[in-house]
């Protein structure tokens, strides 16, 4: 009998040697890209689950500093897990919501953008462009006409770079390097838009100037385009009907998705429509008093995590560990760690786990019996799922400890089943006890696993 010591990502056996090193599963998941793993109340799932997500990303998802805390990241590959999709609405470009999309995994779980506040709907996982609605090239001279005369910038997108012609503009630069396109300087703007732009922007200090203008425009353009306000010193024209909201119902309609199925949490007044046809709207603590207004709850800040907090209430508080959606437990792991060795889980609840793992080429040693690191990642996979399932939404599971007794082997053809059951169920700790048998039901190994609860920061 070999007594095996695991710690960090390093087997030992007693003489210090080292015989198998891995990726231990409940560490920093967001990082090794890893998933959590997210338990789902049958009732929950039947009649009450949420089905999208929908975020505002500039004063909503991200910080003063433009980046999603670990914290709100961690909530947001939970939730996405559990099988809620997450849809990012924003003013921004399709190109300058991607990098966001992908640090989100939304092409790993099935995400969307939802960009040019409501002219294009993206799958991520896909890249199918989903509805798309655009100006008339022939609206541009106008445009150009207004913006002259009143000494406006005027830009708009095109593939990966920003159309100006004042590309010296602060406005222009600071639109450009918030969603990491290049700015193109042109002549004469209204011909080189030789294309039908998602939508044009005019930006000025004059901000008297622009809501005059905006007051024209509603009058104008009225049934044809609209023209609103999105910062004090931007105004954007946009197709007819084009909004958060009324796009926001176009992917409702093509997922079937109903209302009440729907959370959005936003902070602007270009998220009033998609929060109020969601079935529950919740404005960001730093959302002006009318965005407020107009919905039942309100979260923290963006600088506290309010999306986090939202998140964290609105939808993981309501889950309860009655019942583990497995099959999807285990699609999603089929390209981590578990998935490379064939492991899949049978059963789960509060107390008790249990999984399979093949000895194959994957899991086996040279002369083809059960590899003991592979054991060992076994009971830590299912041990790491015991205690996410019973962690609370604020707290995270990181693997501390494993130490394994192997008693006997199990041959290449064969497959072990691991049964894992919590001794001890501390506030910081838990400690589980993870038995694997051969198909015969022969013990092969008797492992204990520490894990830590931390709480999210």
């Known amino acids: 009998m070999q007594n095996i010591h695991f710690q960090g990502d390093i087997v ?38 949420y089905k999208l997500l929908v975020l505002d990303v500039d004063g909503t998802l991200l910080n003063n500093q433009k980046e999603i805390s670990p914290r709100t990241l961690a909530a947001l590959l939970k939730v996405q897990q559990m099988g809620v999709h997450i849809v990012l609405a924003s003013g921004r470009p399709t190109n300058g919501v991607m990098p966001i999309a992908e640090k989100l995994e939304l092409n790993h779980y099935g995400g969307y953008i939802l960009s040019y506040n409501g ?58 390097n918030l969603n990491k396109m290049q700015v193109v300087g042109v002549d004469n703007f209204a011909e080189a838009i030789d294309f039908s732009p998602c939508k044009c922007m005019l930006a000025s200090d004059d901000e008297k100037a622009l809501v005059d203008l905006e007051n024209h425009w509603k009058k104008r353009l009225d049934g044809v385009l609209d023209a609103f306000r999105s910062e004090p010193y931007f105004l954007e024209v946009v197709p007819q009907f084009i909004d958060k909201g009324n796009t926001l119902g176009v992917l409702m309609t093509k997922l079937s998705v109903l209302p009440e199925e729907v959370v959005a949490i936003g902070d602007g007044v270009c998220d009033v429509t998609m929060l109020q046809l969601a079935g ?9 008093d009318s965005v407020k207004a107009c919905v039942d709850k309100t979260t923290l800040t963006n600088e506290e995590e309010g999306v986090a907090v939202a998140v964290e209430r609105a939808i993981l508080a309501e889950i309860r560990p009655t019942e583990v959606p497995l099959d999807q437990l285990n699609m999603r792991a089929r390209h981590a760690l578990m998935g490379n060795l064939g492991i899949q889980y049978t059963y789960a609840s509060e107390d008790r786990v249990e ?8 899991t086996r040693q040279p002369f083809g019996i059960l590899h003991g690191g592979a054991t060992l990642a076994l009971a830590e996979t299912v041990a790491g799922l015991g205690s996410i399932i019973l962690a609370k939404p604020d707290e995270i599971v990181v693997g501390m400890q494993v130490s394994g007794n192997h008693m006997s082997s199990a041959h290449e053809g064969d497959t072990v089943r691991a049964v894992g059951t919590i001794i001890h169920k501390g506030r910081s700790s838990h400690v589980w006890n993870v038995d694997v048998f051969t198909s015969t039901d022969k013990l092969v190994s008797s492992i ?10």
């Open 119 to 176: 002219g294009q709907i993206i799958n991520v996982q896909t890249g199918e462009l989903l509805f798309e609605k655009r100006i008339d090239p022939e609206w541009i001279p106008y445009f150009v006409q207004k913006a002259k005369k009143n000494d406006f910038a005027i830009f708009t997108y095109h593939k990966d770079f920003i159309l100006t012609d004042k590309p010296d503009n602060k406005y222009v630069i600071q639109e450009a």
């Open 355 to 362: 999984a399979t793992m093949p000895v194959d080429e994957r």
């Open 12 to 49: 030992f056996c007693l003489s210090g040697q080292v015989i198998f090193s891995t990726v231990v599963l409940s560490v920093k998941r967001a990082e090794a890209k890893i998933p959590y793993i997210c338990i789902i109340n049958k009732k929950y799932r039947e009649a009450m689950k």
């Open 448 to 457: 204990r696993v520490v894990n830590s609860i931390l709480k999210k920061k």
């Open 280 to 288: 529950v709207g919740i404005a960001m603590g730093n959302a002006e």
